[in-house]
């Protein structure tokens, strides 16, 4: 018996094939939401962003750098750099 249909492993093969992309996506709206932030809401939109930019493949040390600078506009010229 199987554990997937033939159209759910096309749905998790282009997701996984897109995940860059959609990733890139997620980051554009959190940097929107980071910018209305304030408070513990904009250490949990942080934290959201550590983890996306570990999933594109983003040097720690920078991810670092930007986190510490807590800058909506730095965060978004760097997204920039990296499409």
């Known amino acids: ?3 997937r249909t033939p159209y759910q492993e096309k749905i998790i093969k282009r997701y996984y094939n897109n995940r860059d992309a ?3 996506q997620k980051l554009t709206e959190l940097v ?3 910018y209305l ?3 513990k809401k904009r250490q949990q939109i942080w934290k959201r962003i550590t983890v996306a930019l570990v999933n594109i493949g983003v040097d720690a040390a920078q991810i670092e750098n930007i986190a510490a600078a807590d ?3 730095q965060l978004a010229k760097f997204l920039e750099s990296v499409k």
Do not use: F, Y
């Open 22 to 24: 959609l990733m890139q």
């Open 1 to 3: 018996m199987r554990d």
């Open 32 to 34: 929107t939401e980071l």
């Open 71 to 73: 800058d909506a506009a």
């Open 37 to 39: 932030a304030e408070g």
